[in-house]
């Protein structure tokens, strides 16, 4: 059990304020029964750490393993150490940017599970351990982009299932290992451009079939295995230029009926068709 001290002034105080006895007995015995977190500690406390963090080590998680929210940005990185984050199973919400870059031996984001927004941005850069974002599974929430570049071994990214909504900007580049976009079935739009580019093993767009509108560019090159753009059944609104270049695989009369499609719906932005299998059937 806790040890408490109640001093004679803060009784007097309590006394005065009209608070009866009944009343007190009742909060220290939520206390006592380690019922604090019935009770905010609101922007100022403990729970609440209103800066940035760069975490390079174990030893510097120990700056925030109290924090539910951090109010800025959270930068893990640079570390031939890290394996884990479960260092940071208490985290719930961060206010400005998630960035987790250049961890060689980053396995997982075990510790994340608790996890449900981000307020600026997601990025993933030069993991070459990580697999999967499971841990994520709680994420509901990125108020920026999402930006996922050089992780060698990330398979699969339905751990993000759980956003919704529209994205400010999605980036995938270089993940050789990626084979579905699974995690993006609850984005419906991105306020910015969407690059899906050397995504090597990536044979088809399932995934993105809930892209309703994009507000800046579309651009999908140099994905090798690529044979299908049917996951953009349900695009109808493009912004931007239209770039599908340098996929082996990919017809590049499916390419034009996406061109065909989205002119029809009044898009007249540029556009680029090349590189792509100029013999291939869409029957």
């Not at 925030?64 to 951090?70: H, K, L, P």
């Not at 995938?172 to 609850?186: F, I, K, Q, V």
């Not at 451009?193 to 050397?198: A, T, V």
């Amino acid at each position: 059990m806790p040890e408490m001290h109640v001093t004679s002034s803060a009784w007097s105080r309590c006394r005065r304020s009209g608070i009866g006895l009944t009343a007190i007995v009742l909060l220290v015995a939520l206390l006592l029964a380690g019922c604090g977190d019935l009770f905010s500690d609101g922007p100022n406390g403990p729970e609440w750490c209103d800066h940035s963090f760069n975490l390079r080590s174990f030893r510097d998680f120990d700056q925030v393993e109290t924090c539910r929210r951090i109010g800025s940005d959270l930068h893990i990185g640079e570390s031939d150490a890290i394996q884990d984050l479960r260092g940071l199973q208490h985290l719930e919400q961060v206010g400005g940017r998630l960035q987790i870059h250049r961890n060689s031996a980053l396995a997982s984001l075990a510790g994340l599970e608790a996890l449900t927004s981000v307020g600026a941005e997601l990025s993933l850069l030069g993991n070459p351990l990580l697999e999967d974002l499971d841990p994520l599974v709680g994420l509901t929430q990125i108020g920026g982009y999402l930006d996922l570049q050089e992780n060698e071994q990330l398979r699969r990214i339905d751990g993000l299932e759980g956003l919704r909504g529209e994205l400010e900007y999605i980036h995938l580049y270089d993940l050789p290992a990626l084979e579905r976009l699974d995690g993006l079935t609850g984005v419906t739009g991105v306020r910015g451009s969407l690059y899906l580019r050397q995504l090597e093993r990536l044979e088809a767009l399932t995934g993105l079939e809930g892209l309703a509108t994009i507000v800046d560019d579309l651009v999908i090159d140099r994905n090798s295995a690529l044979a299908s753009l049917d996951g953009l059944a349900n695009l109808v609104s493009l912004g931007g230029g239209l770039q599908i270049t340098n996929n082996p695989r990919l017809p590049t009369c499916a390419a034009e009926a996406l061109r065909d499609r989205l002119v029809a719906e009044g898009w007249t932005g540029p556009v680029a068709i090349r590189g792509n299998d100029d013999g291939g059937s869409c029957d």
